[in-house]
């Protein structure tokens, strides 16, 4: 059974989401901007382990939650992956700074 | 300083570090490697903080299905297109990108992190507890009995994102072929 205490994991979580909200930020590469939104969600899922576990808790809550939020994260990679694709195919590149197609 | 702690924080450690390759390494393909390893030791923090099911359902949906269609993502596509260079720190630091892509993600990074880390460090947590002793048969019955139209709808969710993935991909073989 567990016994770290609960601030271990947070801040772990915070550092994973922090890395991914720098890269989502900073890259232009769309698939690595994608990448970093993975890592953000699989960080936020640290935090509700981390609390499902030190809250004892009953109903199981926070690890359905983390459940559900892979679940979204899998269709979510498959439907981005699809669009950057056909970007790929159409535009010859995935720079997301040269992308107008959705702006006007 | 139990056997366990010891594991996190080694297991913490090494996702930070593939975490910050993810972001820096300079190949695409090298950035997904680091991914699905991020990945697998997050699944190791799922296990120590006792998520057996969760690191299992990590294991299988990340660093199985996710880094996988990622990497076949890169790999299926004509090199040239999806490993567009990423930019170098002159051209990143240069006129108004200077704001937009060099300081604004840092402060906003920085300030993020710190006021998360010091919420975390000033709050009074509960003592660790030692969670529930058999939680994937916890999550298997309140699955299917509290949370059964959740389940549902995710089911649907990822019928939709098949449907979806499949028909973008069609159309747009379809009207490349026209065009050509």
């Given amino acids: 059974m567990t016994t770290i205490p609960v601030t271990y994991p947070l801040v772990l979580g915070a550092a994973l989401f922090g890395l991914g909200l720098y890269g989502a930020l900073t890259q232009r590469n769309a698939i690595r901007i994608l990448m970093c939104v993975e890592l953000m969600l699989n960080a936020v899922n640290i935090n509700l382990v981390a609390f499902a576990a030190t809250l004892r808790d009953a109903a199981a809550a926070g690890q359905i939650f983390a459940l559900f939020i892979m679940t979204v994260a899998a269709a979510e990679v498959a439907l981005a992956l699809a669009i950057i694709l056909i970007l790929a195919r159409r535009e010859k590149h995935i720079d997301i700074e040269r992308v107008h197609l959705l702006r006007w | ?180």
């Fill in chain 2, 1 to 180: 300083m139990d056997v366990t702690r010891i594991v996190f924080l080694a297991l913490a450690a090494v996702a930070v570090v593939s975490a910050y390759r993810v972001v820096t390494a300079p190949k695409i393909m090298h950035a997904a490697l680091w991914l699905g390893f991020t990945f697998f030791l997050v699944a190791g923090v799922f296990l120590t903080l006792g998520a057996e099911f969760l690191a299992a359902a990590q294991v299988l949906v990340y660093v199985g299905a996710v880094t996988t269609i990622i990497l076949f993502g890169i790999m299926l596509s004509q090199a040239a297109e999806v490993r567009s260079r990423d930019p170098l720190p002159s051209e990143l630091l240069e006129g108004m990108a200077f704001w937009r892509r060099g300081v604004l993600p840092v402060v906003a990074t920085v300030a993020f992190v710190a006021i998360m880390v010091m919420v975390y460090l000033r709050a009074s947590w509960p003592a660790p507890t030692g969670g529930v002793a058999d939680t994937v048969r916890l999550i298997g019955s309140a699955l299917f009995t509290t949370y059964v139209i959740p389940f549902e709808l995710a089911a649907v969710l990822l019928l939709i994102a098949l449907v979806g993935a499949i028909v973008l991909a069609i159309r747009d073989d379809d009207k490349e072929e026209q065009g050509s």
